[in-house]
């Protein structure tokens, strides 16, 4: 069951970083990369969860989990090479 609410979590915690306003995101970028990274933590507990027992939630876990890590790691790579060419191009390093 924790995994579950785990996952509910970054997931509205994601979705809120990805759909909140309008323009681009390139202050986000990080908030999401780790947001991933804790999609991916979750990915691999419920594996491990489901190594020891087998329940609905758990598996309701993992595809929310593998759905925020997809979406977040689409939302990165789509808005990375944006911002590294407007960084670029008003001379911020980056």
């Known amino acids: 069951m924790a995994a579950l609410v785990l ?10 970083l990805t759909m ?5 995101y390139c202050d986000r970028l990080a908030s999401v990369t780790v947001l991933a990274m804790l999609a991916a933590f979750l ?3 419920s594996f491990r969860l489901l190594a020891k027992q087998r329940h ?20 990165v790579i789509h ?5 590294h060419d ?9």
């Open 43 to 45: 990915m691999a507990l």
């Open 79 to 83: 808005y990375r090479g944006i911002c």
């Open 7 to 16: 996952s509910l979590l970054v997931a509205v915690a994601s979705a809120a």
């Open 20 to 24: 909140r306003s309008d323009g681009l």
């Open 56 to 75: 609905f939630t758990i598996l309701v876990a993992l595809a929310i989990a593998a759905l925020c890590l997809f979406a977040d790691a689409r939302f």
């Open 86 to 94: 407007l960084q670029r191009q008003f001379g911020h390093p980056g």
